[in-house]
C-alpha cells in the first residue's frame, strides 16, 4: 500500500487496470446471460415455427436420391423437413451441430421419416451422413417461412396458362329440344287444313 501512495503514476495504472477488470467481468456476465436467454428459448420453444424463432431441432444426414419434393436437384445446402413445420422453401440457419456443417439451408425436400422437430441435411457422401453426422441435437434459427403446397389450391402450369390463352373459345350448343304435341310433323298442317283454323 505505501508503494501505491507515493507515485500518481502507480494509481492511475491501478484505477486503470480495476476498471478494466471490472469491464470485462462486465461483458462476460452480460455475455454469458444472452446465451443463457438463448438457450433457454431452445428447450421451451414448443410454438409453431415463425420467422425469427430459435428452435432446438434433431438433425441427421441423408445422401440419396436426384430431385428433391420440390423438384429441384439435391445440392449442398438442402435439407428436408416437416412441411407442416417448416414448409418447403423455408430458410433456416442451423449452428450446434459443429464448424462444418453449421450454416444456412433450404428446405426443399420431404420424406416419410422426417417428422416433427426433426431435419434431414443433404450430403454428397454416404459414409459422412451416416458414420460421421449421425444424429445431432441442433440449434436452429427460422430465416424465412416458405409455403405448405398442401395448404395452397394448385394453380395450372405454365403450359396450361399457354395453351388455353391460344384456344379460342368454343361456341356453345344449344341443348336439343324435344319437340311438343303441336310441333310434331303434320299435327300442325291437319290443324291448318281444319275448317276454322
Known sequence: MMLLSRSLGRKIVATGTAAVAFAFLYEATILDSRYAARQAEFWHSDAKPAPGARLKFTATAYCRGTTTASG????????????????????????????RYNGIYTIMDTGPAVQGRHIDIYMWSCDEARYEFGRRSAGLTVLRLGWNPRASSPSPSLMDRLFRRREAPQPKEMPAVSP?????PGVKEEAQKAPGG
Open 72 to 99: 429441384v436437384n439435391v445440392r449442398n445446402g438442402i435439407a428436408a423437413a416437416d412441411p407442416d413445420l417448416l414448409p418447403v422453401g423455408s430458410v433456416i440457419q442451423v449452428d450446434r451441430l459443429g464448424e
Open 180 to 184: 311438343g304435341p303441336d310441333d310434331t
